[in-house]
């Protein structure tokens, strides 16, 4: 039996997405939207360019969950983007309602499926599909340290003039303006990034990736980044359809891995067909685990508020 992938939300984001995914051909695709039209119209459209592209995949839109029934992954790109001059975290309460009615119905019509979370701010809008969708935490994760670590290798190669795909990094924490890029496991072929970089230039590099997003979003000035975004989720949409056990940089919750408990950050997973498989605890310095400590409480905040309206 064929897989199936459900994208909720049909924005550039999600119709990304639901693109990348049938050009891959790793599963049958539904597209949904409560905009009537919209996904029927880009599923429609993508269907018609297998015939080109040469995938072979059913990819259908819709206003409802019905048809997303037994989805094997449920990736929630629905939302409010961020416009120039807005936060993260400004997107809090205007999105909760969206990812948390999607949970809800992902969750009633596809109870075994793993949930991917890309909705902005990230952290706090996975802890409320967590909660929502009454899943195990294996099964909700969120895609933001992919996208941060890609932002993070591409300004280091483009600084050195080197291949991307020589270049190994990883970003922790939450995603947002506290994320925390680790320069000591930062290198090139092996090369530590300090021994081919400058402090003042890694730090400016590092201060480019934790405002990644943001410039984006001041040149599009009526969007935010897509396809990056898209591509990242896809990468982790793979793992788990194809089970093959990348560990990647994703939103997980924690139980005490790093002293943290009741809440989402970016740490490195192992992905599979259950979800997060195992959770790694990287050795972090003083310094690191303070930055980490900083970012863990700007999404605490973040829950916290949530909690409030959960109860009200």
């Not at 980044?225 to 788990?240: D, G, I, L, Q, R």
């Amino acid at each position: 039996m064929r897989k199936k992938v459900t994208v909720v939300g049909a924005g550039n984001v999600g119709a990304s997405c639901a693109l990348r995914i049938a050009d891959k051909e790793l599963a049958d695709v539904v597209l949904v939207d409560i905009v009537e039209g919209v996904p029927q119209g880009k599923g429609l459209d993508m269907l018609e360019s297998g015939p080109v592209q040469g995938y072979d995949v059913s990819i259908v839109g819709t206003n409802g969950y019905e048809a997303t029934a037994n989805s094997d992954v449920v990736v929630i790109t629905a939302g409010f983007p961020r416009k120039p001059g807005m936060s993260r975290d400004d997107l809090l309460l205007a999105n909760y309602d969206i990812v948390s009615n999607a949970a809800k119905q992902a969750a009633a019509y596809s109870p075994n499926a793993v949930l991917v979370v890309v909705t902005n701010p990230l952290d706090a809008m996975c802890w409320t599909a967590f909660k929502v969708s009454g899943f195990p935490k294996q099964r909700v994760v969120g895609m933001a340290g992919i996208l941060d670590t890609a932002r993070f290798r591409t300004f280091i190669a483009e600084e050195l003039g080197v291949s991307v795909e020589s270049v190994t990094a990883l970003v922790m924490g939450g995603h947002g303006d506290t994320m925390v890029p680790l320069v000591r496991l930062a290198s090139v072929s092996g090369i530590p990034l300090a021994e081919l970089l400058d402090q003042a230039t890694i730090d400016r590099l590092v201060q480019r990736t934790r405002d990644g997003g943001a410039e984006i979003v001041k040149y599009l000035k009526t969007g935010s980044a897509y396809y990056a975004p898209s591509a990242s989720a896809v990468e982790m949409v793979e793992s788990v359809i194809k089970d093959k056990k990348k560990v990647l940089p994703c939103s997980a919750y924690l139980e005490g891995e790093y002293g943290f408990t009741g809440v989402f950050a970016g740490v490195p997973v192992t992905l599979g067909a259950a979800g997060i498989e195992k959770i790694y605890e990287v050795k972090l310095s003083q310094a690191e685990q303070s930055m980490l400590a900083k970012s863990a409480a700007s999404v605490e905040e973040l829950i916290d508020i949530l909690k409030r309206k959960m109860a009200s």
